[in-house]
């Protein structure tokens, strides 16, 4: 069955080959990729490869980047050239930004076996340490059948992924053996991992949960703290659409018994910061942009904070924020990076992404669950009004995110075999 289902998946990724250019060339049109490098996403490398010892990252995208931050530091400082791939425009920037010196950025090649080898022949890493949940089937078989050692590091699986992969066990199984190790970010992960029949899993914390604090700059919270004074304000973070229209309707309802209010919304793609815009103003909300620099004013309601990069700025200024993607879409964003900087969290009905965490924060009373946007105006009107519960929320974050310190030095540990055979 296994067999069959690789030979299918192989034979529609061959067949969609002449289609692909045109589906960059449209996802270039959009701002999804970047025109000057999309040749990076046919396979091509863009930069010759450097002598010696060549470890490859990959991480997805934002979130799964700013994990391995450390990792990529700790490998580069043992002599070893790093070539890291990530899928997004925004995760290329910011591995531009912080990347250790001599590493190199590459868009990895999409799941199409003629870009794989070639990006392969191109490359010819030593070994291949993968991030979380990409498991992408031609990618894993061509690093297999070259014999490339290859780590999943921070594993996990999805309630939905895990349930597909159920009913494709022996297919699961053919593509997990691709991995020497796989080292799982939960007990929960490293259960699912071993029921799917992966060879060899291990557990050693998230990796999310002990990265570096996101940055910020102290010009931009200072400017902002004296702009906004006493006025009431919390953060609806990372939000998608259908989510706009849910904060505006809460700023409404909150507003009646917090005169004042301010409500940041940051979206967690900034194009669509202009439609969220209009869709809250013709909710009769006054809506101003940072991206276009417009200041906030005393009869402002909506800050839309559309620009890249400045999440850490806003989880500084905001000690109350709302988690995106779980009401009007679902699955959730990270959370982990405001529990670190101290934020109590509002998390929507599904936050099924990050359930293990999530449900270790509404547990230790770092968080509450809000299932529907009249318990999120609950909540916002509650918590701006009681300081000391929000205060002792915020305590809660720090502590259930410090429990995760140890995930580095131990994935450190885990990997330190496996870097001394590929060397």
């Not at 505006?248 to 439609?275: E, F, M, N, S, W």
């Not at 200024?317 to 779980?326: H, R």
């Not at 965490?357 to 999120?376: G, K, M, N, Y």
Request: hydrophobic residues 45%.
């Amino acid at each position: 069955m296994s067999a069959m289902l690789y030979g299918a998946y192989r034979i529609i990724t061959d067949l969609a080959g002449p289609a692909l250019p045109r589906w960059l060339a449209y996802r270039a049109r959009r701002g999804k990729e970047d025109p000057a490098r999309v040749t990076e996403r046919h396979g091509i490398a863009s930069c010759p490869r450097p002598d010696g010892r060549l470890v490859w990252f990959h991480a997805a995208s934002v979130g799964e980047a700013l994990c391995i931050l450390p990792l990529i530091e700790a490998v580069s400082a043992q002599d070893w050239r790093v070539l890291v791939t990530t899928g997004t425009v925004t995760s290329a920037r910011l591995m531009a930004e912080r990347m250790p010196a001599g590493a190199i950025h590459q868009y990895v090649p999409l799941d199409h076996r003629a870009w794989i080898a070639r990006f392969l022949d191109a490359w010819h890493p030593d070994l291949v340490l993968w991030t979380e949940s990409e498991l992408w089937p031609n990618t894993l078989h061509e690093i297999s059948a070259r014999g490339i050692p290859a780590v999943l590091m921070n594993a996990r699986l999805s309630d939905k992924t895990f349930t597909g992969w159920r009913y494709a066990r022996a297919f699961a199984r053919q593509i997990l053996s691709a991995f020497t190790l796989i080292i799982a970010q939960s007990k929960a992960d490293k259960a699912r991992f071993e029921a799917l029949g992966a060879p060899l899993v291990t557990d050693a914390g998230n990796l999310k949960l002990a990265a570096a604090p996101l940055p910020f700059d102290q010009t931009d919270l200072a400017a902002l703290r004296t702009v906004i004074g006493k006025r009431p304000h919390w953060l609806a973070a990372s939000i998608h659409p259908g989510e706009d229209a849910i904060t505006a309707a809460v700023h409404h309802a909150a507003k009646i018994k917090h005169p004042g209010l301010l409500t940041i919304v940051v979206p967690r793609h900034p194009q669509k910061g202009a439609d969220m815009a209009a869709t809250m103003t013709t909710m009769g909300l006054k809506v101003v942009r940072r991206s276009t620099g417009e200041p906030i004013a005393p009869a402002t309601d909506i800050y839309m904070a559309d620009t890249m990069g400045e999440l850490g700025l806003f989880y500084r200024l905001c000690d109350l924020t709302f988690m995106g993607k779980s009401l009007a879409v679902g699955g959730g964003q990270n959370p982990a990076e405001a529990a670190q900087l101290g934020c109590a969290l509002m998390l929507g009905a599904d936050m099924s992404n990050f359930r293990d965490f999530t449900a270790d924060f509404i547990t230790r009373r770092a968080a509450i669950e809000v299932r529907s946007q009249e318990a999120l105006a609950a909540a916002v009107e509650w918590l701006l009004r009681d300081k000391q519960t929000r205060a002792r929320m915020s305590e809660n974050a720090r502590a259930a995110v410090a429990r995760h310190a140890d995930a580095v030095s131990e994935t450190l540990v885990h990997l330190a075999p496996h870097l001394a055979l590929a060397r």
